[in-house]
């Protein structure tokens, strides 16, 4: 087995595991959109120092949490492809992970863009 040697080794590891899941996995693809889009938002509605933290915690929370989930899955299709009770276990969990993230990113988009983006709509009538 290869392990990494150098700080640099294992950067570039990381960096290809996050290339890696960005190429593969069409979900990543979109939270990485629609994180460029929060972020933008983010900006042009001036959120608070606290709002703006919290908006990066729950876009990484949300990315974290695909990639672990498609770790995961990775790990169990090399193990099986067979039809196997307990690949179906650690399959479902790290899905409920990922739901958990998005139901978090969910509430706190709501908390904080939804008042804001009411008033833009209501200045812009
Ligand atoms: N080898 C297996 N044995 C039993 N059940 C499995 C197996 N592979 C997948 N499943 C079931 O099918 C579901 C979907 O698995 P799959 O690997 O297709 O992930 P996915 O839904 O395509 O995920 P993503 O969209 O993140 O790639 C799992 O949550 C699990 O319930």
Do not use: C, W
């Amino acid at each position: 087995m290869k392990k990494a040697r150098t700080l640099s080794e294992s950067f570039y590891y990381a960096i290809s595991g996050i290339l890696y899941a960005f190429r593969t996995q069409r979900n990543i693809k979109i939270h990485f959109a629609t994180a460029l889009l929060v972020i933008l938002m983010s900006y042009l509605l001036k959120l608070s120092t606290l709002e703006i933290l919290t908006v990066f915690m729950t876009i990484t929370i949300v990315l974290v949490t695909e990639m672990i989930n498609t770790a995961i899955e990775t790990v169990v299709d090399m193990y099986t492809q067979e039809y196997h009770p307990l690949a179906a276990v650690a399959k479902n969990v790290a899905a409920g992970a990922v739901l958990i993230s998005a139901i978090n990113a969910i509430v706190v988009g709501y908390i904080v863009f939804y008042k804001r983006i009411l008033m833009l709509l209501s200045l812009s009538k």
